[in-house]
């Protein structure tokens, strides 16, 4: 009897340590993601072009490394052009003015290959990439696939040669 107990115990340990483990996410693929833009307007994976490689950057509008990453892109934009760059943040929706305070201090309205919202409290994006620091980027060919993925953020010189590798 005290065998069929140990046993039993052993298999319940055992389901629970799975059921806690989660697999890796395949990111092979863009998310299914929906963001809130600054200016009120949704934009979802669906507004992409097609045929367009896709940069996405998940960031924070107070974090340095994110504001630092602006300021060195910004001259180098013209590197970026022929990309989507979707910037994504988990800043609550009732925050917006955050978001529009980064747009506005980093001039970001005039690139119009460049879309900047938040997923909110729906942390899809952030759990899809097991995003833990921000700036975190995510860089797609033309088809969608993925090329590379960045938990820290490299050298801009870095992230334009990766794209003009897929």
């Not at 989660?22 to 507004?47: G, M």
């Not at 602006?70 to 022929?82: C, G, L, T």
């Not at 899809?128 to 490299?154: E, M, Q």
Request: hydrophobic share 40%; proline share 5%.
């Amino acid at each position: 009897m005290k065998k069929i107990v140990l046993l039993f115990s052993f298999i319940i340990a055992v389901s629970f340590t799975k059921a806690q483990s989660t697999p890796q996410q395949n990111i092979d693929k863009i998310p299914p993601f929906k963001i809130l833009k600054a200016d009120s307007t949704w934009f979802s994976v669906a507004n992409l072009q097609k045929g367009k490689p896709v940069m996405i950057i998940y960031f924070s509008p107070d974090c340095s490394h994110c504001q630092h990453m602006m300021y060195e892109m910004k001259p180098k934009m013209k590197q970026f052009s022929k990309v989507q760059i979707v910037m994504v943040t988990f800043t609550d929706y009732n925050r917006l003015a955050m978001i529009r305070n980064f747009v506005r201090d980093f001039d970001l309205a005039k690139y119009h290959n460049l879309t900047v919202g938040t997923e909110a409290r729906t942390y899809l994006v952030q759990r899809y990439y097991h995003v833990s620091t921000t700036p975190y980027v995510a860089i797609y060919d033309r088809n969608g696939k993925l090329v590379k993925a960045f938990d820290k953020l490299p050298p801009i010189d870095t992230l334009a040669a990766t794209i003009k590798k897929g």
